[in-house]
């Protein structure tokens, strides 16, 4: 597709479980960001991933976030033993270099619900 | 360090009247700026960028937006607005050169209300 993919839309998932949402960018784009947005609030920046270089992991919120990016393409972001906090739409980015000037492209988001 | 602050948390126009939403930022280095939409279970769409080229940028849809370096402001407008403009709107500052957390940062956002 021409744009930033991401799946599932939706999930809702029991506290405790672990849960994969996949970020699939933009061909061609090196830099992935990976964003959480709680209800009523801007966005809050979670990872970023440029090329091959170590992944930027200072916005992760706990242990329990983690995120890989497979090939330099296609990204997931892992939550283990979620917790009820945890709920917010999950958003990824990727632009075609780091440069200030890029703007970065959005998918959908991944809306996660802990029950 | 790099600051964005959007002035209204809430706009409402009626339909076909001007719309503006304010945008101040704070930056030690010369930014650019972006302003973004976003529509109701949608990701984010850029409406348009200011890189250090002209001071009046045109946007997507009718939005434009005009970097005021004296007065740190990157304000969004557009003449008339129209019913599918509802939606929340973010400023962000990225600073030049720069990469990872550091270099983005996102506005609280504007939700911008159309009255028919």
């Known amino acids: 597709g021409a744009g930033v993919s991401q799946s599932p839309s939706n999930k809702v998932t029991e506290k405790g479980k672990d849960v994969e949402l996949r970020c699939d960018p933009i061909?061609?784009?090196?830099?992935l960001y990976w964003y959480r947005q709680s209800l009523g609030q801007g966005l809050e920046f979670l990872i970023y991933?440029?090329?091959?270089?170590?992944?930027?992991k200072s916005g992760l919120p706990s242990d329990r976030f983690s995120a890989e990016r497979t090939g330099g393409s296609v990204s997931t972001l892992t939550i283990q033993r979620t917790q009820q906090e945890d709920s917010a739409v999950y958003l990824c980015a990727s632009s075609p270099s780091p440069n200030s000037n890029q703007p970065q492209h959005f998918g959908d988001g991944t809306r996660l619900s802990i029950l | 360090a790099q600051s964005v602050t959007q002035l209204d948390s809430h706009v409402s126009v009626s339909e076909g009247t001007p719309v503006l939403l304010r945008c101040n930022y704070s930056s030690s280095y010369s930014p650019s700026l972006f302003w973004y939409v976003q529509h109701p279970n949608k990701g984010l769409q850029l409406l348009l960028k200011y890189t250090s080229a002209a001071t009046l940028v045109k946007g997507i849809n009718g939005f434009e937006a005009e970097f005021k370096k004296s007065e740190t402001s990157f304000h969004l407008t557009k003449p008339s607005a129209h019913m599918s403009d509802a939606a929340e709107y973010f400023c962000v500052v990225r600073l030049s050169g720069d990469t990872g957390r550091r270099a983005l940062t996102f506005g609280s956002g504007t939700r911008l209300q159309v009255q028919p």
């Open positions: 991933f440029q090329g091959n270089s170590a992944p930027d």
């Open positions: 061909s061609g784009h090196t830099a």
